[in-house]
């Protein structure tokens, strides 16, 4: 992902910058999703244990 970005950026937009910036996105996104199904599991097993 990190070689590949630029080189994308480059190919879709004229820029190479704008890979660098997509790939911010994409990685942060990744994160947000795996500690968003972190909670929703940890917030599911709880509840199970609870009742």
Known sequence: ????SPEIGQSLFGQAILGEYFRTF???GVIGVALGIHVWKANKKSR???E
């Not at 992902?1 to 590949?4: L, S, V």
């Open 1 to 4: 992902m990190f070689i590949m």
């Open 26 to 28: 994409m990685v942060y």
């Open 48 to 50: 199970i244990t609870v």
